[in-house]
C-alpha cells in the first residue's frame, strides 16, 4: 500500500466560486495537467458563520476524500488500478473542486508512471500545493481491495426519533432542544441527510455521525434539524462545519465530533469531519452500507 505526504506547497491561486468547472462541459486531460485543479477558498463560506478569517478555527479535523476511479498504465503501457484515500486538513485555506479533482484523477489513464509509490507521491504534492497544505495520499491497488471493507455507523440511529417533521430548509438550529439533567456521552447518527450542490443544484446524502459530550440533546429534535438541510445549498464541508458549530452553540457540547460519509458521485465521495479533540481521524479503508 503506497503512502505519501507532500510536505512542501508550490503556490497556487485560489480561485473565486465563479471559475469552478461544475456544471460545465470539460474535456477530459490525455495526461495529468495539476492545472486543472480548482482550489476554493475556504474563508468565504466560514464567514457565513461568524468564523472570522484571521482567528484560529474552534476546531479540528480533515476531509478524507475516497477515490475508485484512478488508473495509470505502468512501465510497459499495462493499465494499473488502486483506490485513492485523501485527507484535507481542515486547516487548509482552500478545499479542492470536486470536478477538478476527477478531472486531474483522470488524466493518469493515459500516463505511464514507474510504480505505486511515484504516483502517490504526484498526487500528493499537486493535491498539497492545490490545497495550500500537505494533503495525505494512500493507494489501495486492486490486488489489495478485499481490506476495503463496510462498517455500520456507530451509536444509535435517529431515523425514526421525530413523529412529524415539516421544515426542509434553510437549516434551523433553533429546532435544537436539550434536555435537563447530568451531562452525558453519546453517538447518534442519522441516514436521512440531504443537502443540494451550490452550483449544479444536484443532490447529496450522506450519513451524519454526532459524538458529543454535554446536555442530553433531543433525539427527534436532532433529526428535524438535520431534516433542516434537505433544500440547502453547501458543499459537504461546509455543512458539517455549521452543523458543528450549531450544536456547539444552541446545545452546550463540551466535547463535539461531526462526521458525514457523502454517497459517491463521479467516483469519489467525501467524508468532513471536524472536533474539539486533536487527533480524531476517520478510519482508513472504511465505508457505511449507504455509499
Sequence with gaps: MARANAGAHRKRTVKPRGHTL?????????????????AIARDAARAGLDLAPDAPLPFQGED?????????????????RAVAELRVPAGSPALIESKSLKLYLGGYAGERCADTDTVCARIAA??????????????LPAAQWRMLALAEPPGACIDTAAGTLAHYGPPAPALLRTQDGAAVSETLYSTLFRSNCPVTGQPDWATVVVDYRGPRIDHG??????????????????CVERIWLELVRHCGC????????????????????RSTLAGRRLPAWRRHPEQ
Design 64 to 80: 478524507l476524500w475516497t477515490c475508485h476511479e484512478l488508473s495509470w498504465l505502468d512501465a510497459h503501457g499495462v493499465p494499473q
Design 22 to 38: 461544475l456544471g460545465r462541459p470539460v474535456a477530459y486531460p490525455q495526461r495529468v495537467d495539476a492545472g486543472v485543479l480548482t
Design 254 to 273: 463540551t466535547q463535539l465530533t461531526v462526521h458525514a460519509r457523502f454517497t459517491r458521485r463521479g467516483g469519489l465521495d467525501i467524508n468532513p469531519l
Design 221 to 238: 429534535a436532532l433529526l428535524a434539524y438535520l431534516v433542516s438541510y434537505r433544500t440547502h445549498n453547501a458543499f459537504h464541508e461546509q
Design 126 to 139: 499537486d493535491l498539497s500545493a492545490a490545497a495550500g497544505a500537505t494533503v495525505a495520499v494512500a493507494l
